[in-house]
């Protein structure tokens, strides 16, 4: 029973690590290609797409592993949230294949670029409005019965899942900004600056929104934030965040360039943390907890010793490839 649980444990911080890791990496990408239309036809759309053009398509293995590591290791979660969450899940596919083949047929085919252009800025909201709203598919509820989903094609359409998906959306163009800040010059980053304080804002906005409404869906949620000892634990996330929020603000006024990236990256971690307050240990809340849904013992030994083995060299690669294309964008308007 202990290694059970103890298996479990890992395997649900694997897969929270792995989610974590596409929301950092591919959230910059897909936010970019959110704010692409505010940047002027040309050279300041060629430099953002250039700033993740060596590592964009590298950056969705994240997803491979948040995806496949739930199939794999709680398959029982995997077959009532997809079913719960199919349109969302077939949106989020097309919106990412649109984005990717726009990516580079923008570079090959200038005859049809503004086409290319709305298929890469389309696809990038598309992707991250669905993944938005798949969150609160699952955070609002699904509902169960024998072990299987037993809800209506559209209970994933609400306002509270609109809510939501418009976070991830803002949150997404605040990251990619705060990129585009870190990797640009001169009228482009002048750009950047602007929009990151715009995104900014409205992420904040809409982070306060998605607090307010989670704890009135479901008594389990208003216990876990407001309820004695609770409290103690669950008010350091909002403060947290608060000085985060003051940080970026500040970082952005005072013309910092890594930094507002950085200050960013920690409210999503912090809002991960805010996740893991009010689902734990429940990954469908109130239905299924991470033990429930668990693959067998034997099963997830044998895929931590894969994970073992090639999260490493994900790490390294990823790392070595950020690092060989560090430093500012060029002018050259190719890819």
């Avoid at 709203?133 to 169960?144: D, N, W």
């Amino acid at each position: 029973m202990d290694v059970n649980f103890d298996l479990t444990v890992i395997w649900a911080f694997i897969i929270a690590f792995g989610v974590f890791a596409y929301v950092v990496m591919d959230g910059f990408d897909l936010g970019i290609g959110i704010l692409f239309p505010s940047f002027k036809v040309g050279e300041g759309r060629n430099r953002a797409m250039n700033s993740i053009a060596p590592v964009w398509d590298g950056n969705e293995t994240w997803l491979v592993l948040g995806g496949g590591g739930l199939f794999a290791a709680f398959p029982l979660a995997y077959a009532i949230i997809l079913p719960a969450t199919y349109p969302l899940i077939v949106a989020m596919l097309l919106g990412l294949v649109f984005r990717g083949v726009a990516f580079e047929f923008r570079w090959r085919d200038p005859a049809h670029r503004p086409f290319w252009d709305l298929a890469f800025s389309g696809g990038s909201f598309v992707a991250a409005m669905s993944q938005g709203m798949t969150l609160g598919a699952i955070l609002q509820g699904i509902e169960v019965s024998n072990r299987a989903y037993a809800g209506s094609w559209w209970d994933w359409l609400t306002p509270y899942t609109l809510l939501t998906g418009l976070g991830v959306v803002a949150g997404y163009a605040l990251l990619g900004a705060t990129w585009l800040v870190w990797k640009l010059d001169g009228a482009s980053q002048a750009h950047a600056y602007q929009v990151a304080k715009r995104a900014a804002a409205a992420t904040l906005v809409l982070l306060v929104g998605v607090s307010l409404y989670t704890p009135l869906l479901d008594a389990d949620y208003w216990t876990r934030w407001f309820e004695m000892p609770n409290v103690l634990f669950a008010a350091q996330v909002p403060l947290l965040t608060a000085i985060l929020a003051f940080l970026l603000f500040r970082a952005l006024a005072r013309r910092r360039e890594a930094a507002p990236f950085w200050f960013a990256l920690g409210i999503f971690l912090l809002g991960m943390a805010g996740l893991g307050v009010s689902m734990w240990p429940y990954v469908v809340p109130g239905q299924v907890t991470i033990w429930d849904a668990a693959a067998p013992e034997r099963s997830q030994i044998f895929m931590l010793v894969g994970v073992a083995l090639t999260l490493p060299l994900i790490l390294i690669y990823t790392g070595w490839a950020y690092w060989v294309f560090r430093g500012k964008v060029g002018h050259e308007g190719y890819h």
